[in-house]
């Protein structure tokens, strides 16, 4: 082949590619259209087919009816949201209110080409040339702004397939504000969700299942991060993201997106709060208990609402099983065995029964007592003398 032949297949397939780009491949996205509306065996979409053929679930094509909202689609939102356009989810909520940058390319999701535009936007773009069949809606604002939230509190209300709640919101930020503005928002719609986050020291993460008045809310407690067992003060370096591991990341979003598919499909038993420490790829899990003392309000009244739905229903009588005492000669050590499986209760400054691993990232004051309680109780005017003689005419 010559120069110029050479030349001219190079341009041939650079304006093919500028045409797919503009979306100018339609015949070909109409067929992969109509292959991916049909649940058969020879689907490549229906990614869940190996969950019925094993015996997990029945109906794995239920992934369709569902809507999920995913806030923050940077690097472990972006492949989060990969993952389940794979699956076949129904519809997905996109929020973010970033631009692509050549430094995004890490995010094993982002293409170069595809630098100044809206994540959101661009997110959107790749993931319906993956499955055409999933129905995407994109928001680039912030949620945090006070006009931004009272929408996307709407929009988590009504933007299910079916005009109803989404069935489920994933936190993939990086930031307390919109952390606590998620929270808020799921809090006072009683809305189920998931955190999610990667460390700054980029080889640690965790996923967490809040359920509103169950478990614990994200303000009920100092956030929960799993040590890392290196030195904190190497993170901060001028012009470095540090979390901005693709492996870590993509990891705490395959976690995240498992336990998602086991809420939604109903299989497994979900994780209320996995961690991941990739030096020694230990992964802690423990159940974070409500604050009854929380300052959200909202988070409060769900747990008022849920004691009161505990309470209502009907006892069940446990068949007490008396099982023998185990008798033995002699026990010259001392041993004897506890029961430390009692839920540990919340405290207004602390988390008590922390899994081995996980800590919390700064200590919250105990909240200020009333006046009329802090100050001393009054003293019995009765003197020693007097209650021993009182001791001793008994």
């Excluded at 030349?7 to 979306?23: D, P, S, V, Y």
């Excluded at 040339?129 to 009272?150: A, K, Q």
């Excluded at 769900?302 to 026990?331: F, G, L, M, S, W």
């Excluded at 405290?347 to 029964?353: D, E, F, W, Y």
Aim: glycine share 6%; proline share 5%.
């Amino acid at each position: 082949m010559s120069v110029a032949e050479l030349q001219r297949r190079i341009t041939q397939l650079e304006e093919e590619l500028r045409k797919a780009r503009r979306g100018d491949a339609a015949p070909e996205r109409e067929k992969i259209t109509k292959m991916s509306g049909e649940v058969v065996d020879t689907n490549p979409y229906s990614r869940l087919m190996a969950l019925k053929r094993m015996g997990i679930v029945e109906d794995y094509e239920k992934i369709r009816t569902f809507t999920v909202a995913v806030v923050g689609v940077g690097g472990v939102g972006s492949v989060t949201a990969e993952m389940l356009t794979r699956c076949g989810i129904g519809k997905l909520q996109l929020y973010d209110y970033d631009k692509v940058e050549l430094a995004n390319m890490n995010r094993l999701f982002f293409q170069p080409h595809q630098a100044g535009q809206s994540k959101v936007d661009a997110a959107a773009a790749t993931l319906r040339s993956i499955n055409p069949d999933v129905h995407f809606e994109v928001h680039n604002y912030n949620i945090t702004t006070v006009d931004n939230f009272d929408h996307f509190m709407d929009r988590i209300r009504t933007g299910g397939l079916e005009g109803g709640a989404v069935d489920l919101v994933l936190s993939c930020v990086d930031n307390y504000e919109a952390r606590m503005a998620v929270n808020r928002a799921c809090n006072e719609l009683e809305q189920t969700w998931f955190e999610s986050g990667v460390a700054e020291n980029a080889v640690s993460g965790h996923i967490q299942f809040l359920i509103p008045g169950e478990t614990a809310c994200f303000d009920c407690a100092p956030p929960l991060v799993v040590a890392s067992q290196i030195d904190e003060r190497t993170l901060k370096r001028e012009g470095v993201c540090a979390a901005s591991l693709p492996t870590t990341m993509g990891i705490v979003a395959g976690v995240l997106v498992q336990n998602v598919l086991k809420h939604l499909l109903n299989f497994g038993q979900v994780s209320y709060y996995l961690g991941y420490n990739a030096l020694v790829d230990f992964f802690p899990t423990m159940t974070v208990r409500p604050n009854p003392q929380c300052e959200d309000s909202w988070c409060r009244k769900r747990q008022a609402e849920y004691a009161a739905r505990k309470a209502a229903e009907p006892i069940v009588e446990k068949v007490e099983v008396v099982e023998e005492e185990v008798v033995h000669e002699d026990n010259n050590w001392g041993i004897s065995l506890v029961d430390e499986s009692a839920p540990a209760t919340a405290t207004a400054g602390q988390v008590t029964g922390l899994a081995q691993g996980i800590t919390t990232a700064y200590d919250r004051p105990a909240p200020s007592l009333p006046d009329d309680l802090t100050s001393s109780p009054p003293q019995d005017a009765t003197s020693l003398d007097d209650l021993m003689a009182q001791m001793k005419a008994l």
